[in-house]
């Protein structure tokens, strides 16, 4: 047996963190320090040591809190995974050429059940290419460029999905003029533009937003006219998706519209909304009102309490929500309730937002109706 | 198809309250109207209650005088630009209106180059039979100007150079006379004028010989005054004093007065501004003057003197401040300006014989009873000091039964029983609009701890009945009164008047929050640090311990401190308290933090109320609390704070009120100087302020807004914003029955359902809560409003309302929904099972957010009975949109506010059928109205009657034979023959353009309805 190096792997203390990992059949259970990671390749190395494959090329991967398989190929996605991993950081390990890159990328693990079993059993498996990057289903979608064939090439329509991240959306308008053409020929009009963006915000990190970005539309609604307030509570009723329309500052890198194929080039990353049409502005205004926002309903049991005192609060009931929603669970509670509720709250959201069709826990007692 | 319409302006209906910044006043005894300017280029007439007419200079500027053409329906208006406007009374369709017809500046005289002070106009008097004006200037000269054309009566032209050719070397003082103080007319014989010059030389010219009959010399002069007979005047003097000459024959020279004192000497005493001498039937002449004070012991009072024979009367018009004046310490007693006077006048009967004084301060209006003994004040009608203490929130109550109005007329009655009896003096014209068809009430809560009831049933506003609740705690300043219980041994002897004092003495005890019940005649009030006042009616006066209850608002949430102030602590025992609304129990929260959010139910007997904190319900009958509910966010520090920028802001105000008084000291000077700031009455005139006293462009870097969706943990998010009361659907589909529902600032509903026992075992049982439901909106906005709507989609009716028959009983066979409106949408869910309906998401297409909604009926103009529920909401860009409910259709919006006037938006409150009144200045409401049906505007009918007939003016036709006037004018006219030299045919000659000509016959064809007179020569 395969003892870790690093202190005891039954240890909970604050400092370190579980790992269990997994090539093959063979599982090997160790401790990593939580607050001192190491470097990728040093995780690398320590996953062959402990494996005993040291020449063998793999690939590395992991379940993230919500049960999805991701890769860890470099130091951002280790640290990621090291710092996300609650209460323990589960590895699978692939030999590099039968590795099976649709096992990887969201809902991955609960989608489909049977992934887990190919991994596990490579040789069951066709061979596959080598792709050296990685699949688009890979990565949760944090922004896309949407309705390319509808729009004129100087202009581009981004969408922000602020749901799913807890990064800010991080960006900031200001008023400015700029110059249209018009009937009366060549004219300066008031217009909004952004002004700033927050280094490792949302909109930063996109790529497809800058500073001096004219605004023209916010979810389907010109911005002409309107003062740098209004258009500021236009984005912030629409901040959980959010869709503005800009002309770049920066006209060189517009998106060349190739004769046919204008629909598919259109959509660079998106994968959850329906093929852009014509049509796609009216689409989309109707899937935000669909997913945009479920109001949350708390419905008490009814059993009369004694007042004043404190009827269950809604913290509990969204503790219940949580352990609903993460099976994958082991039951640990973290310590601070406060952070909890937070991330219950976001938890249940998102979940509600990928699941539009998802009824089951509706009837489900009195606990929440979607 | 259901596109908004173009944004236009809901009909705007009337200004009720105190005009903002007057700074002249007129009156025409013989149309029994006055005229009041303001430093924002208005003019408004006011005659009998509902008579109001308005009008608006182009120019953004002050008037600084107004003058009547008496009877004529012509008043001239002179700005602090130098320009002189005429207005005309006209008729159209019946009623009187109110319309700028020609201005007129006077031209630089030629050759005195570089000085435009030299003709700037300093008096203005408009002599009998109103033909011709004079003008005095600050140059010395006067000028003459024929009326109503607005000519330049050149060869009339009176120099000072003419003047001083007559005047011996002795009498000249110094090199120029200085600029024209005062011109009065020989009350005898208009031909003679007695010119006053600043410097102290006074003449009595005649016009016809252009000779200087008469000089006296005097000190600097302030104001003159005519003895009726014309044998003596009166002068005023900047030393404090006045003088009264003789008047005699041709050619004489007099520098010794008959009498010189200075009333409140012998100490410096400050200028008499103005002074006025009237004969009376009855005995003494009256002398009134302002100013004079002491200057070291009193020189920061604004008085008026009122002397008639040994009888002196010294009314103060200032403020009385928080902690009293203290004479002791003058500067430090703070007391701080109310007042500025800017006129005063009497208002005769006949020539002489004074009926009333009428002083217009700065912020007030204040007529004395001269008939009666004493002298007291007769009570306004209208202008109504709305502002007498700050708003701090208002309240609007329709269709109030008569039993309530009544009962709260009566207290109020009671409460000032020592005004004056005499009818209001003001009473010119006829009020052409209809009777009221119900009776409204609104509710204003002030800084003070006072609520104010004004009849809002008609054009003007009149107050009612005045609810204190300082009373009920423990102040530090109750021996406030010290300044009229002194008042007997005093010299001066003071009698404080007016009622402006806006200086709170504890801003714990404003109102921030008001509930009435009109059918029990049950209140609530609630204030800024935290205290609930459960109120009754009570006929008589009464004296009971009030009884206390606490509510913890934190329920045992730790690591709260609050920062804030302190409760106020209640005065111990029983309290003696007049009729009217006496309060029975008071609750304070804790922490005490201004109330946000109240509501009542007379029928289950509960109260409901919320801070920044949480929530409590209180059963007023068995007077304890039912619930407790935190609702403040672990993270929120800031809530805990507490108004602390109210004490820097009641700082601040002091130090701005220092500031105004030294400007005042500069400023209260009788001219003002152009470039003064100036600034406007009504709304748009407001807005013309703000677009002049708004800083000139600089360059600056751009404003930055931030973009990231509202967090649970954003600061304050727990301040529950809105409570409500509905008997509904809350746990299942077949029982109804009493419902809570509050609303937050962080998008979260919770609702209650109530177990309320029936009537007959209230006392017996208590009344218990069970949290129902709670909703969280996605979007986090501040929930600004809760309503239920009944199954036919009808909001539900108040408590008491079915059973009095006054409303329809709610459809509790269909499903019931429930509209929740935050600052960002509009929602409906249906219930029991909360699923949403419909919903219009106003910011994320309009981009602006929900300030106030509430629901309102519009009655069809045709039938009363087509009437339809709809929502209306004011936003933070000051429009008004409309939506359908339960649909939520939006059905037209109209631009009502301007967005700039933060404090007009957050003053607005609807009533129930379809009117609003904001504040467009801390004096004034404007109403509006949104239906077709129920408007509330004055209409009023002048009747004028012009010396010459108008149509002459704008066009010349053939005169036809009028009916014979007859008025006092006529007297006027027959004692002043000599007057009449000018020239006649000057109005023929008409200035206009050949399309205005064509609009002009137009109007003539209309005006044959006028009652016009006409003067034929």
Known sequence: MNRPHRGAAGSRGLGTMEVKSKFGAEFRRFSLERSKPGKFEEFYGLLQHVHKIPNVDVLVGYTDIHGDLLPINNDDNYHKAVSTANPLLRIFIQ??????????????????????????????????????????????????????????????????????????????????????????????????????????????????????????????????????????????????????TVRPANQRNNVVRNSRNSGSSGQSTESSLPSSTPNILANFLQGEEESDEEDIIIEDSGEPQQIPKAAPTSLESLTQIDLLHEPTQNGFLPSSEVNLNHSACNISMEY????????SLEEDGTIITL | CHHPQLPGHPPSTVEHGFPSQPSALAYDPWLRVMAIGTKAGAVKLYGAPGVELT???????TVTQLHFLTGQGWLLSLLDDNSLHLWEIYQKEGCSHLEETR??????????????????????????????????????????????????LEDKTLLQDEILQSVPDDYRCGKALGPVECIQEHPQDAGRLLIGYSRGLVVLWDQSTRTVQHLFLGNQLESLAWEHSGKNIASSHSDGGYMVWAVGGSGQRTQQPITATVPYGPFPCKAISKILWRTCESGNPFIIFSGGMPRASYGDRHCVSVLQGQRLATLDFTSRTSCGTNPAVPGLGFPLPSSLFYFLFFIQQGFENPRALVVLVEEELVVIDLQTPGWPTIPAPYLAPLHSSAITCSYHISNVPLKLWERIVSAGEQQSPRLSSAAWPINGGKNLAQEPTQRGLLLTGHEDGTVRFWDASGVSLKPLYKLGTANIFQTDCEHNDSLNQAGEEEWPPFRKV?????????????????????????????????????????????????????????????????????????????????????????????????????????????????????????????????????????????????????????????????????????????????????????????????????PPEVEMTPVQRRIEPRSADDSLSGVVRCLYFADTFLRDATHHGPTMWAGT???????????????????????????????????????????????????????????????????????????????EQFKVFTLPKVSAKTKFKLTAHEGCRVRKVALVSLASTGTEERVENCLACLTNLGDIHIFTVPALRPQVHYSCIRKEDISGIASCVFTKHGQGFYLISPSEFERFSLSARNVTEPLCCLEVSRLQDTSCLRWVRPRAPHPPWKHPVVSILASSKGAQESPGCIWFISPRSSEEVERNMRNASEDEMRPAGILIK
């Open chain 2, 498 to 694: 007016g009622c402006f004092d806006p200086y709170s003495d504890d801003p714990r005890l404003g109102i921030q929050k008001i509930a009435l019940c009109k059918y029990t005649a049950k209140m609530v009030v609630a204030g800024t640090a935290g205290q609930v006042l459960v109120m009754e009616l009570n006929d008589d006066k009464s004296e009971h311990t009030v009884s206390v209850a606490t509510v913890d608002l934190l329920q045992d949430r730790e690591g709260f401190t609050w920062k804030g102030h302190d409760r106020l602590a209640p005065r111990n025992g029983p309290i003696t308290f007049t009729p009217g609304f006496q309060p029975s129990v008071l609750v304070q929260c804790v922490p005490p933090a201004a109330v946000t959010a109240i509501t009542l139910h007379s029928e289950w007997n509960l109260v409901a109320f919320g801070t920044s904190h949480g929530f409590g319900l209180f059963d007023y009958h068995r007077r304890n609390p039912v619930l407790a509910r935190c609702t403040l966010h672990p993270n929120d520090s800031l809530a805990m704070e507490g108004p602390l920028s109210r004490v820097k802001s009641l700082k601040k105000s002091l130090r701005q009120s220092f500031r105004r008084i030294r400007k005042s000291r500069v400023s209260g000077k009788k001219r003002l100087n152009a470039g003064s700031p100036s600034s406007k009455v009504g709304a748009e005139a407001n807005a013309q302020l703000a677009e002049q006293a708004g």
């Open chain 2, 103 to 152: 201005s007129f500046g006077l031209p630089a005289r030629p050759g005195s180059g570089a000085a435009p002070l030299i003709t700037r106009v300093t008096v203005i008097l408009p002599m009998a039979p109103g033909t011709v004006a004079c003008l005095g200037t600050e140059g010395g000269a006067v000028y003459f100007l024929a009326l109503p054309s607005l000519v330049l």
């Open chain 1, 352 to 359: 509600e937002v990928q699941n539009p069709d998802h009824k």
């Open chain 1, 95 to 244: 030999r590099k050429e039968d590795a099976d890159y649709s096992a990887f990328g969201t809902d991955t693990m609960t989608r489909k059940k049977n992934v887990l079993t190919n991994v596990l059993r490579p040789d069951n498996h066709k061979k596959k290419p080598h792709i050296v990057i990685s699949m688009p289903q890979d990565f949760r979608p944090v922004s896309s460029i949407i309705d390319v064939d509808i729009l004129p090439e100087t202009h581009r329509r981004v969408r922000l999905y602020k749901y799913g991240t807890d990064k800010p959306l991080g960006f900031y308008i200001r008023d400015g003029s700029s110059v249209r053409v018009t009937p009366h020929g060549l004219e300066k009009v008031p217009g909004i533009f952004i002004s700033r963006l927050v280094p490792g915000g949302l909109a930063q990190s996109t790529g497809l937003l800058a500073v001096n970005d004219e605004v023209l539309e916010v979810n389907g609604i010109e911005v002409s006219g309107k003062s740098l307030d209004q258009v500021t509570d236009m984005m912030i009723a629409n901040s959980r998706n959010l869709i503005i």
């Open chain 2, 745 to 823: 600032n962080s998008g979260s509903v919770f609702a209650y359902a109530l177990e309320v026992p029936s009537q007959e075992k209230f006392s017996e049982r208590a009344v218990e809560a069970v949290l129902g439901k709670e909703i969280q909106l996605m979007h986090r906005a501040p929930v600004v409003a809760i309503a239920v709507l009944d199954g036919r989609g009808n909001p539900l009716p108040e408590p008491y309302e079915v059973s009095r028959d006054l409303a329809k009983a709610p459809d509790m066979q269909g499903s019931h929904s429930m509209l929740i409106s935050s600052e």
């Open chain 2, 55 to 61: 009008g608006l200079h182009k120019e953004t500027a």
